[in-house]
Nanobody
């Protein structure tokens, strides 16, 4: 059974930093993985994703140059380093993934596997 478990959310002041972690388990083949977020009253959006083999990354325009995605394959963990946080970054952040052989686009909202989410709140 595939599981994604996020951690690292919390309350931070504007300009501060947080690092989210997502531990993946149960995958039996290569998979792409990334982070999505959903703010109250808004649709879920892609934040940043990492391909399974060639190092390609995706960053949404709103987080580019502030957030960094990285992966420790040995630990089956993906991280999202979030710097210079802004109040508009406040949301529930979800880790999501899918098998590479699903051929879904990088950072597709149709990824098959999702974590439970972790709250990030940025105060002004």
């Amino acid at each position: 059974e595939v599981q994604l478990v996020e951690s690292g959310g919390g309350l931070v002041q504007a300009g501060g930093s947080l690092r989210l972690s997502c531990v993946a388990s149960g995958f039996t083949d290569d998979y792409t993985i990334g982070w999505f977020r959903q703010a109250p009253g808004k649709e879920r959006e892609a934040v940043s994703c990492l391909s399974h083999n060639d190092g390609r990354t995706y960053y949404s325009f709103s987080v580019k140059d502030r957030f960094t995605i990285s992966r420790d394959k040995a630990e089956n963990t993906v991280y999202l380093q979030m710097n210079n946080l802004k109040p508009e970054d406040t949301a529930i952040y979800y880790c999501a993934a899918d098998y590479a052989h699903s051929f879904r686009s990088l950072c597709s909202i149709y990824y098959s596997y999702w974590g439970q989410g972790t709250q990030v709140t940025v105060s002004s």
